[in-house]
């Protein structure tokens, strides 16, 4: 049973430019949440996903940020014109249902020049 | 709002010895879930271990076991016969789970060092 998956593993955008983020939840799960990691600090939480919904996205900045995760395909974390304090790392986590441990992927490392 | 609190930003320990790690958090809740995850230089986020809040008995895995006192709320980490692949960033999270909030809340971490 393959694990959450993350691609890519490390990207590096210029300042202004769109970056997309996807992840893949381990099979039989169909809640998924994106946390971030600045620089020696702990993840925060940004946005919980279920299938075609957004069920809280309280951690989500108001402005260039967008999640979503399709009937088909992967979950999508969307920065559009990023800026240099966005460089952090996106960690992607996925549970079968709520309540239950959440299984985190190895994260995308983002890298505004 | 929840917080949780680790108050040892780094610890080390002696090979083979055993390491406490401390953890402490604020909810007024009385039905939530506790969690350690570790970090090591991969970044790869690994669960350690998992405590539900209404269980009594602390849980353990192999030399991992925690010491959940629930009036106190404090959630400590005990590393039994500790080895090079403890190394890692600790940290200690809190999940409360109703009404659509699945949010886990971190602490800010404890880097253990293991001394060969």
């Known amino acids: 049973n393959a694990g959450v998956m993350q691609n890519p593993r490390h990207l590096v955008r210029r300042r202004g430019q769109e970056a997309r983020l996807r992840c893949s939840p381990m099979?039989?799960?169909?809640?998924v949440y994106w946390y971030r990691q600045l620089p020696e600090e702990g993840l925060k939480f940004m946005v919980y996903?279920?299938?075609?919904?957004?069920?809280?996205e309280s951690g989500m900045p108001k402005e260039r940020f967008s999640a979503e995760f399709p009937k088909e395909g992967p979950s999508i974390l969307r920065i559009q014109q990023v800026v240099r304090g966005d460089s952090a790392a996106y960690f992607c986590?996925?549970?079968?249902?709520?309540?239950?441990?959440?299984?985190f992927g190895p994260g995308t490392r983002l890298l505004v020049l | 709002a929840q917080t949780v609190t680790q108050s040892q930003p780094e610890m080390s320990v002696q090979e083979a010895e055993t390491v406490t790690l401390s953890c402490t958090y604020d909810t007024s809740e009385s039905d939530y879930y506790l969690f350690w995850y570790k970090q090591p230089p991969s970044r790869q986020m690994i669960l350690v271990i998992r405590?539900?809040?209404?269980?009594?008995q602390n849980a353990t895995e192999n030399r991992f076991s925690v010491n959940f006192q629930k009036a106190a709320k404090s959630f400590s980490l005990k590393i039994s016969d500790s080895q090079l692949g403890d190394a890692a960033m600790y940290f200690c999270?809190?999940?409360?789970?109703?009404?659509?909030?699945?949010?886990?809340?971190f602490g800010t971490g404890t880097r253990l060092t293991i001394i060969p």
């Open positions: 999270a809190y999940l409360i789970s109703n009404f659509g909030n699945e949010k886990l809340t």
């Open positions: 986590a996925s549970s079968p249902n709520m309540g239950e441990t959440q299984y």
């Open positions: 996903l279920q299938k075609e919904n957004i069920i809280d």
């Open positions: 405590q539900e809040a209404y269980k009594q």
């Open positions: 099979k039989g799960h169909s809640h």
